[in-house]
């Protein structure tokens, strides 16, 4: 499964991104495409 639009450069992840790549991979998905963000 591919995750379309995540948001793994929210400062808010910063501290659980193993955890939250962890959880996705476990949940099938395999790829992930970063939307970009700014101000």
Same mark, same amino acid.
């Given at each position: 499964? !591919?995750?379309?639009?995540?948001?793994? @450069?929210?400062?808010? *992840?910063?501290?659980? *991104?193993?955890?939250? *790549?962890?959880?996705?991979?476990?949940?099938? !998905?395999?790829?992930?495409? @970063?939307?970009? @963000?700014?101000?």
């Amino acid at each position: 499964m !591919v995750d379309s639009h995540c948001h793994l @450069t929210d400062p808010r *992840l910063h501290d659980q *991104l193993d955890a939250v *790549l962890s959880r996705a991979a476990s949940a099938g !998905v395999s790829r992930m495409i @970063t939307i970009g @963000t700014s101000p």
